[in-house]
């Protein structure tokens, strides 16, 4: 639970896989509106909250509250490179009062708001989600939020009133040029229309004065099915809140008929006594709209009232940056559209689809949100775990038209801004190197994981490398034989992690037919690395070597050996499967033997000196071993000498992990007094002159990797002091819990903290040999294994129970 200070800088975010989203936060308002156009962290959708108006006949009462606290003082030292703790409207004056306080609860995808006021005569809690399937890219990628209070009376007396839902039109807005009250650059022409179904009240909003391929073209929907009055059109806030001043409930009132028939007949037209503006909004202005749902309760009743938003917007474009050479397109625009718009005609369907399914949705939710809350995880794991999706779910992420899936690094923020501004997608597309860390997106939705590679080998090139980053639309000249940026030839440990995540896609089901789509690819992609790299012959690769830092290491070392290592081992086993030949058994003996020789100081893995800038020589590199994570996440068992890979993970948490920072001329993710494990250390002396690039920064996706191989490697208590460094930093008091950060928010490299749950339960699911394995830790937890989902035990003999839901299944579906 957060409460007080540690509500500041609390953002959750709702809205489906490849969507959009809108985020609810500590003081329980909606901010970082983000459901078209680019990433914009600052995005302020106007006009669009939840308030209630509470009355009683006898005693004479009525009090109304914005269902929101107010704005939380900002930190005396507020952290660095974040900005979830800023409240754009922070000024603004309101008609109605705030709640006094505010209480936030997350179990995702659920987030729970309590909002506390001694003037209220009744309780008010606000459930809000997006369904969220794992397994299931469809049903966890609808374009809509489900808001449900609770109101219970706790007073002596008869209680009623209204609950208001407000929402701006917002088709025609950019998502990230300011907007005033009601006006802003794209407005004019909006129009709403009342949705009235039986049991059902809504306001469906457009733009139809845009061009059918404009980027903001779209619609918005605004519902409930509870008794409501509709104000389909206001000019602003306080046309909203008068309105709601305004409704009477004269039948009920007199007759004492509080029947929920009663309310719906008593909200027809005369209700209120206010007159909507007609027609669609004027220049450079949209409408607000506003639905009142109406309730009565004896004292000690409760009622739960649903409201959605939805919404539909099918025009994306790749107008972001584009890295690599700049090339002249015209005036191309690129459209490359959005999945979600191709099931849904509309943000009606997008509705309708999920009430036909709501039933199926929420419970699966609800029984992944129980299988990670009620398990015995330790937790900061506990936590992590069920943030994890957050990212997958993020504006990183999106779905074309066409069914595939891209991701940013991240999304720019207040960490960019002092090379590329804070709105839009950080460094484009699908790169590699940082994606080699996600382990969430891929476990989660298989069938994503399996799409990315095939992209991945789509813009192979003829020599068989594979650029690190990919240029959108797909039919534009790929990154081949140029100056990529980041670095600046193709990163080797990129094309190193392309092998070992189609292994895992295999062992998650993909099949020995895909996998044989694939197998030329990888044997090129094997073929171009032993040429360029292993030009000895001994199975150890040499030379420059560009890699996640931004930069190339040269000569042997053990973050690209032991990434070498695993893919290595990797090809072995999926040349078993598919019954070929090769020789990536010898190859992978001579390396191992080779690069434990070279590299190893007695105590980790250094590198030799080459005295080339950036090289780490004799550091202490928190990532030496990032291929032996990979090849426990695997199944590949050790590559390197078992106490020497414990020896080497024991020096990085003794020298790495910090609790004290200073400025260190780079970015800071972790300050003061926190703790933090950095990139890279030299404990014995001998920082190089020009030290590895970003060596004394703290990245939260190198953090849960190393965190991960503790728990492979038995090591429980190192493990848990860096996952609890970062929960400790993120723990909405500065930092939101709910956006892991480096270049961007919402940084994709994070969702290696996946890996924490498959390190810790020992959980594990080989589909070419149809078969789960479980560790020996005895508990209840959590599992995503390939095609069912659920949450099992084991006890204390390691026998395992389970409670599992199969993929596929029912999902929601559109036109």
């Known amino acids: 639970m957060f409460t007080g200070d540690a509500r500041r800088a609390v953002a959750f975010p709702l809205g489906g896989l490849g969507t959009g989203h809108v985020a609810l936060c500590g003081d329980g308002a909606l901010r970082q509106w983000q459901l078209n156009g680019p990433p914009n962290h600052a995005g302020l959708l106007p006009d669009s909250f939840f308030a209630l108006r509470v009355s009683s006949l006898e005693p004479p009462d009525d009090v109304v509250r914005l269902l929101r606290a107010a704005p939380i003082a900002p930190h005396p030292d507020p952290a660095p490179n974040v900005s979830d703790a800023d409240v754009p409207d922070a000024d603004r004056r309101w008609r109605w009062p705030f709640v006094a306080d505010t209480t936030f609860e997350a179990a995702y995808p659920f987030a729970t708001v309590t909002y506390r006021d001694p003037a209220l005569p009744v309780a008010v809690a606000l459930e809000a989600h997006t369904p969220f399937v794992p397994l299931d890219a469809e049903a966890s990628g609808l374009p809509l939020v489900r808001y449900r209070f609770t109101v219970r009376n706790d007073s002596a007396e008869f209680r009623h009133g209204f609950l208001l839902g407000a929402l701006q039109n917002a088709a025609g807005w950019d998502g990230v040029t300011p907007i005033a009250g009601t006006r802003g650059a794209g407005y004019g022409g909006n129009v709403n229309r009342v949705l009235r179904r039986p049991g059902q009240t809504g306001v469906l909003m457009d733009h139809p004065a845009l061009a059918e391929d404009d980027p903001a073209a779209g619609e918005l929907l605004l519902w409930t099915d509870a008794p409501a009055a509709v104000l389909p059109r206001a000019h602003d806030t306080e046309a909203l809140l008068r309105f709601v001043e305004t409704l009477r409930l004269v039948a009920p009132t007199q007759l004492g008929d509080w029947s929920d028939a009663s309310l719906r007949a008593a909200l027809g037209p005369g209700a209120s006594p206010m007159r909507a503006p007609s027609g669609p909004s004027p220049a450079g202005h949209t409408w607000d709209a506003g639905l009142a749902a109406a309730f009565a309760l004896a004292p000690g009743e409760s009622t739960t009232i649903d409201v959605v938003h939805a919404w539909w917007f099918p025009n994306r474009y790749a107008d972001f940056d584009r890295f690599g050479p700049q090339q002249v397109y015209g005036q191309s625009r690129f459209w490359v559209g959005n999945h979600y718009a191709t099931r849904f005609g509309g943000a ?82 699908n790169c590699n190197h940082v994606l080699n860390y996600e382990q969430a997106l891929a476990r989660l939705f298989p069938s994503v994981g399996r799409d990315m590679r095939e992209t991945e080998f789509l813009v192979q090139a003829p020599d068989g490398s594979i650029p690190h980053r990919v240029v959108l639309p797909l039919y534009l000249p790929q990154l081949h034989g140029v100056a990529i940026g980041g670095p600046a030839a193709p990163a080797l440990d990129g094309m ?320």
């Open 348 to 429: 009606l369907d997008v509705l309708d689809a999920y009430l036909a399914d709501r039933d199926r949705l929420d419970a699966a939710s609800r029984a992944w949100a129980d299988a990670v809350a009620g398990s015995d995880l330790p937790e900061p794991l506990r936590a992590t775990i069920a943030a994890q999706p957050t990212l997958v779910r993020s504006p990183s992420v999106f779905r074309t038209a066409d069914g595939r899936t891209f991701a940013f690094e991240g999304a720019l923020g207040a960490s960019t801004r002092n090379w590329n501004g804070d709105a839009g997608g950080s460094c484009p597309l």
């Open 496 to 815: 190193l992690g392309a092998v070992l995540k189609t292994y895992r896609s295999v062992l998650d089901g993909a099949g020995l037919d895909w996998l044989g789509v694939q197998w030329q690819p990888l044997v090129a992609l094997m073929s171009h690395i032993s040429d360029k790299w292993d030009f000895t012959g001994d199975g150890v690769l040499r030379g420059e070597q560009p890699v996640t830092y931004d930069i190339a290491l040269h000569g042997p070392n053990m973050f690209v050996g032991a990434l070498w290592l695993a893919v290595l081992r990797a090809m072995q086993e999926m040349a078993a499967l598919l019954g070929v030949e090769g020789d990536w058994g010898a190859t992978f003996e001579r390396a191992a033997k080779a690069y434990d020789e070279l590299l190893w100081n007695g105590e980790f893995y250094a590198q030799p000196s080459t005295g080339e800038a950036y090289d780490f020589g004799a550091g202490c590199l928190s990532d030496q071993l990032l291929g032996q994570w990979w090849a426990h996440e695997l199944g590949l068992g050790h590559l390197l000498p078992v106490e020497r890979v414990r020896s080497a993970l024991r020096a990085i948490v003794r020298y790495n992990l910090r609790t004290h920072f200073e400025p260190h001329g780079y970015r800071a993710f972790a300050d003061g007094d926190e703790t933090g494990l950095v990139v890279c250390s030299w404990p014995h002396g001998g920082r190089p002159a020009v030290p590895l690039r970003y060596c004394d920064e703290v990245w939260t996706g190198v953090e849960y990797q190393v965190a991960a191989h503790c728990f492979y490697e038995g090591l429980d208590e190192e493990g848990l002091a860096i996952v609890r460094g970062v929960r400790d930093r993120y723990d909405g008091t500065r930092r939101n819990p709910f956006n892991e950060i480096e270049c961007g928010d919402h940084y994709v490299r994070a969702m290696a903290g996946w890996s924490l749950l498959t390190a810790w339960t020992g959980v594990r699911f080989d589909a070419t040999a149809g078969t789960r394995t479980a560790g020996a830790r005895p508990g209840r937890y959590p599992y995503v294994a390939g095609t069912s989902w659920g949450s099992l035990e084991v006890g204390m003999d390691g026998g395992i129970s389970c409670s599992i839901h199969e993929f596929p299944s029912g999902s929601a579906s559109g036109t």
